[in-house]
């Protein structure tokens, strides 16, 4: 069976930085993408930022400039590298992986930014 696990997760002030990985373990045949997702209270899922098995990368407007996704391919793990954090960054965020299909998501963990 397929897994996620993200971690590194935390409390942080507004301007700090964190950095979340998320490893997928278990038969994989490929991964073509990896995707960070967040839900905070309240309000929808939104994909914060996305990445391919060639390194090409997407971000949501909100966080362009602040985060950077990137991946290890021999380790079948993305990070996301989260700097000049703001409290509306507070969120469970959520990893994925696809291959020609949803290979899972992971439990999340919780980043809060606050002052």
């Known amino acids: 069976q397929v897994q996620l696990a993200e971690s590194g997760g935390g409390s942080v002030q507004p301007g700090g930085s964190l950095r979340l990985s998320c490893v997928v373990s278990?038969?994989?045949?490929?991964?073509?993408?990896m995707n960070w997702y967040r839900q905070a209270p309240g309000k929808e899922r939104e994909l914060v930022a996305g990445?391919?098995?060639?390194?090409?990368?997407n971000y949501a407007d909100s966080v362009k400039g602040r985060f950077t996704i990137s991946r290890d391919n021999a380790k079948n793990t993305v990070y996301l590298q989260m700097n000049s954090l703001r409290p509306e960054d507070t969120a469970v965020y959520y990893c994925?992986?696809?291959?020609?299909?949803?290979?899972?998501w992971g439990q999340g963990t919780q980043v809060t930014v606050s002052a």
């Open positions: 278990g038969s994989i045949f490929s991964i073509n993408t």
């Open positions: 990445i391919t098995s060639r390194g090409s990368t």
């Open positions: 994925n992986a696809r291959s020609s299909y949803l290979i899972g």
